[in-house]
């Protein structure tokens, strides 16, 4: 379960207040799998890193009843001027898991070759991803939070991480943005809408979908 309690979240954008997420009022089922829609810009990265505790909110705050992760290919999860192994290990460290375990899975799934113990200031935006997809993954955790992180890569990193992510949705849920469609019918069971500062949940994905379309189309 994640409830969204009186939550609020703005922007300064030239001397203007942009509200992203305007007095959130809202419980989330335990155990569904969620697409999150919206527009370009609706404030979806925004929500996933509040509920995630990489982000204050305005005002409000997001209980939940189990564990979360980082906004998975959210680049700034990782310290910036420590190496992948470096990152990796102080990550263990933090959720309790066996460090030298959570190494070896991360490295051998993210397969980014020497940059491991490299800073990560000299990734790409695809090795980082590859990092906190690999990190998040060899991880448990109730919920995952997921931003487009399985388009990332070739053909065969893009299998590799679609397969272990269904691995993980056997026994979790996940909150997921996501622009392919036919990823959103295969891992999502329901989908929020976030449009207008608001959060809508919608049963029925399909319902959803079209929603969601007809408003790109609109905009």
């Known amino acids: 379960m994640i409830r969204f309690e009186n939550l609020t979240k703005s922007y300064w954008v030239r001397d203007r207040r942009k509200v992203v997420i305007d007095n959130l009022d809202l419980t989330l089922p335990t155990g569904d799998s969620l697409a999150l829609l919206g527009r370009n810009g609706a404030g979806k990265s925004t929500l996933l890193q509040i509920i995630a505790g990489t982000m204050r909110p305005d005002s409000g705050r997001v209980v939940s009843d189990g564990s979360i992760s980082w ?14 192994a470096q990152n990796v290990r102080f990550i263990a460290r933090i959720y309790g898991v066996d460090t030298d375990e959570l190494v070896e899975f991360v490295k051998e799934f993210a397969d980014i070759g020497a940059h491991f113990h490299m800073p990560v ?10 990092l906190t997809f690999g990190a998040s993954m060899g991880i448990h955790f109730d919920t995952y939070l997921v931003d487009e992180v399985t388009a990332v890569g070739d053909a065969a990193f893009r299998a590799k991480s679609r397969q272990v992510f269904k691995e993980r949705m056997k026994t979790s ?16 069971d329901a989908a929020i809408i976030l449009s207008g500062g608001r959060l809508r949940y919608y049963r029925d994905v399909d319902e959803a979908i079209e929603l969601h379309l007809d408003m790109l189309k609109k905009s």
């Open 173 to 188: 849920s996940a909150i997921m943005v996501s622009h392919d469609m036919a990823q959103v019918r295969e891992f999502c």
């Open 121 to 130: 200031r000299s990734y790409s935006q695809g090795m980082r991803s590859r």
């Open 71 to 84: 906004p998975v290919g959210f680049g700034g999860s990782f310290h910036r001027d420590l190496t992948g």
